[in-house]
């Protein structure tokens, strides 16, 4: 709103009268900034004609006038009217002998002489201002503004004077809609404009840990190496460090105008009202701040849409809308409208009820808009990269609305109160219903091509990633959930479950319950994956990489607090027999090359009769060289990304191969160590087997393989 044009010049006094055709002095009476020169002159001296004609007391009133205008005439009534001497005062005492009625009549007579003379001065104060439509009161000097609004208020007062009433009710509607004018012109005058650069700061620094730290594709695309951790670290630390900032409009209360300007805008308000126009003035008010609010929604970025424009919204822009709403509900409800309240309280005053109503009616629309997209959101098609968003606007809106109550009293206010209470209800079905559909998921996909090298699941790491989000809202996760009871998860979520695990559930809270239940179902989709590895030790690979991923993600954030002690034991339990499982799956016929079964003797030297001993010796060598190099092949490709777990099945490995290997060898070497071609069969020492074992489970072909597969390769296609 442009600044309104600079004021006219103040109108002139007369401190001297002016000479009649009768040489009679005519009166001087304030005269609007906007008529000047002549016309200044010449409607000065008709209202002072005017009044002085149908005056019974010409002389009285012209000094009342004078006296009036300038306190430097004020002596001219003591002139005329001298104090009067103590023995008139006793010859006019009542009480004194010989007082006539006329006497005691004669106070009354001039008191209401005088209120008369009030009123028709500000009859003419009044008139005179409306003649200059153009002209404001309160751009005139301040001496100007208390004179005309003292005028008003003498005309209000002569409404109820049936000799007047009806002139004072012209002049107090001349009044009133100059008043309106003023009204309007003084609140947006003086409005103060919300500060966009320092609020897009704001936004700026509000930085809520959500689906934005990961990827929230809804599939889980296995070609895809999404949802990866990229140091995300902890988005719950993230995300409360963020909210632990304090954002400086969170509790800042604006004022919506300028504070110089709420006296002036009190002053028209209660004359508004006790002349019986506080419909008109309630009109204007309404209007003017209704407008203010909408605009600092604007600026908050919170905009007015339908419900069929979020629903067709795309969620990169839908996700920043939202974000904006969180924090534009925050800043409404505690700075602009806790201002806006404050604003009523002073501005309206002089009634308790206009003062509600205004409040409400002002705040309808910016209201209105807050909840209109709480509901759009709400009513959205259910899909898990919401789920964050959704509880950061449930929160809000928790937190706002016993503030709102406090702002909103009376009958006025429980209205709008009960509105933002069901969008709030709709916003926690919107969560429940998020996590059953993101529960569906879970069970629901079905991608058939198996990872790489048995490494850890995209669908892991999001889910991971996923629930440790949800943590830091498990305050809020676990009143929605509350009322599902403990039986919302059975024992078989914990598979196998017993007496005890009941009782852990038991124990558990709403939300540790649904947690329970989402990782489970994640659980039960990654073995139906491992079964699409046609090797069987690859799917213990495979199992204990994401089975120690899911438990190191629960140890290290606050889902450990959570699920507790008793969850971590039974994964790690899991990946024990797993890695007993790999160890028979792949090492089992490898090591069965390398069993006693009482052939030959150690160091005989000979082969004489155990010819043929000597012959399965060779033969079980050869086979063993065939298989680890196949295994060595294979299984170095192989990856397991914690260094902890692969050093832990190394050690295994070697625990069984390699005592095996030395004892065999040195048991039986000799009977194959001899001739031309001994270093056809006896191709490792143990500690060339050590040095290859360590080459396991990195993920990288080794250099190695290239040499075996050249000097063996026609063996081991044969053998496959």
């Known amino acids: 709103m442009s600044a309104p044009s600079s004021p006219p010049p103040p109108p002139q006094r007369q401190d001297a009268a002016a000479a009649g055709e009768n040489g009679e002095p005519s009166l001087p009476v304030p005269v609007p900034a906007a008529v000047v020169g002549n016309d200044k002159v010449l409607a000065a001296a ?30 001219i009534t003591s002139d005329l009217y001298p104090s009067p001497s103590p023995a008139d005062a006793g010859a006019s005492d009542p009480a004194a002998p010989g007082a006539s009625d006329e006497q005691e009549q004669e ?27 153009e002209a404001l009161v309160f751009e005139a000097p301040v001496e100007e503004v208390t004179q005309y609004l003292a005028s008003v208020d003498v005309a209000v007062d002569h409404i109820s004077d049936p000799d007047v009433s009806c002139r004072a009710g012209v002049a107090v509607q001349l009044a009133m809609a100059r008043l309106e004018d003023e009204l309007r012109h003084l609140m947006l005058r003086h409005a103060v404009p919300l500060d966009a650069s320092g609020l897009y700061c704001s936004l700026r620094r509000l930085s809520l840990g959500s689906m934005e730290d990961l990827d929230t594709s809804s599939e889980f695309d296995p070609a895809t190496p999404h949802s990866q951790d990229g140091g995300g670290g902890a988005p719950d630390t993230a995300r409360s460090a963020s909210i632990a900032g304090n954002n400086p409009f969170d509790d800042q209360v604006f004022d919506l105008v300028r504070p110089e300007a709420v006296d002036e805008l009190r002053a028209v308000a209660d004359l508004m009202v006790r002349a019986g126009y506080s419909s008109e003035l309630a009109q204007v008010y309404c209007a003017i701040r209704r407008d203010m609010l909408d605009e600092c929604l604007t600026v908050l970025g919170v905009e007015r849409l339908s419900i069929d424009e ?37 501005v309206l005053a002089a009634s308790d009820e206009l003062r509600d109503e205004c409040f409400v009616e002002s705040t309808k629309g910016c209201i209105m808009q807050i909840r209109n997209f709480g509901d759009a959101v709400a009513v959205c098609a259910r899909s898990p990269e919401k789920l964050s968003r959704i509880l950061d ?38 969560v429940k219903g998020t996590l059953l559909e993101f529960g569906k998921v879970l069970q629901q996909e079905s991608s058939r091509r198996p990872m790489m090298a048995g490494e850890i699941h995209p669908m892991t790491r999001y889910v991971m990633n996923y629930l440790r989000l949800l943590v830091v809202y498990s305050d809020t996760l676990d009143t929605l959930l509350d009322d599902n009871g403990a039986g919302d998860v059975d024992h078989n979520a914990l598979h196998n479950g017993t007496d005890e695990d009941g009782e852990y559930l038991k124990s558990l809270t709403p939300f540790g319950r649904r947690l ?8 039960a989709n990654l073995d139906e994956k491992s079964n699409l590895y046609e090797d069987g030790a690859l799917q213990c690979i495979f199992s204990m990489n994401n089975t120690l991923y899911i438990v190191q993600k629960v140890k290290d954030s606050e889902l450990g607090r959570i699920l507790g002690d008793h969850w971590i034991r039974r994964r790690r339990g899991k990946i024990r027999q797993n890695s007993k499982n790999y160890l028979r799956a792949s090492w089992t016929k490898v090591l069965s090359y390398l069993k006693d079964d009482g052939h030959g003797s150690s160091g005989s030297g000979s082969f004489g009769s155990s010819g043929n001993s000597s012959s399965r010796i060779k033969e079980k060598i050869k086979n063993f060289n065939m298989a680890f190099d196949e295994i060595y092949r294979s299984q170095t490709v192989w990856k397991v990304p914690d260094p902890q777990l692969r050093e832990e099945l190394k050690i ?19 009977l194959v160590d001899s001739g031309r071609n001994s270093g056809k069969y006896i191709k490792y020492t143990p500690e060339d087997l050590e040095n290859h074992l360590s080459d396991l489970f990195e993920g990288v072909r080794q250099p190695f393989q290239e040499k075996m597969i050249i000097s063996y390769g026609a063996g081991c296609i044969l053998q496959r």
Request: charged share 25%.
């Open 393 to 430: 606007m449930y929160e809000a809106l928790a937190e706002v609305i016993p503030e709102l109550k406090e702002l909103f009293f009376g009958s006025f206010g429980d209205d709008v109160i009960q509105d933002l209470e069901k969008v709030l209800e709709r916003l926690g079905d919107a």
């Open 46 to 75: 008709q209202h002072i004609v005017k009044s002085l004609a149908t005056s019974k007391n010409a002389a009285d009133d012209m000094i009342r006038i004078l006296s009036g205008f300038d306190h430097r005439l004020s002596s």
């Open 516 to 523: 329970v239940k989402l990782i489970s179902y994640l659980e």
């Open 652 to 670: 295994s490995i070697s625990e069984n191969v390699i005592p095996a290997y030395r004892a065999f060898t040195g048991r039986y070497g000799s």
């Open 310 to 346: 979020v629903q067709r919204a795309e969620w990169k822009h839908l996700n920043d809308k939202m974000k904006k709403w969180v924090h534009g509900v925050k800043t409404v409800v505690r700075s602009l409208l806790t201002g806006e309240r404050r604003l009523c309280d002073q």
């Open 107 to 133: 106070p009354a007579a001039a008191s209401a002489s005088s209120s008369l003379a009030d009123f028709e001065s500000a009859e003419q104060l009044i008139h005179l201002w409306d003649t200059t439509p």
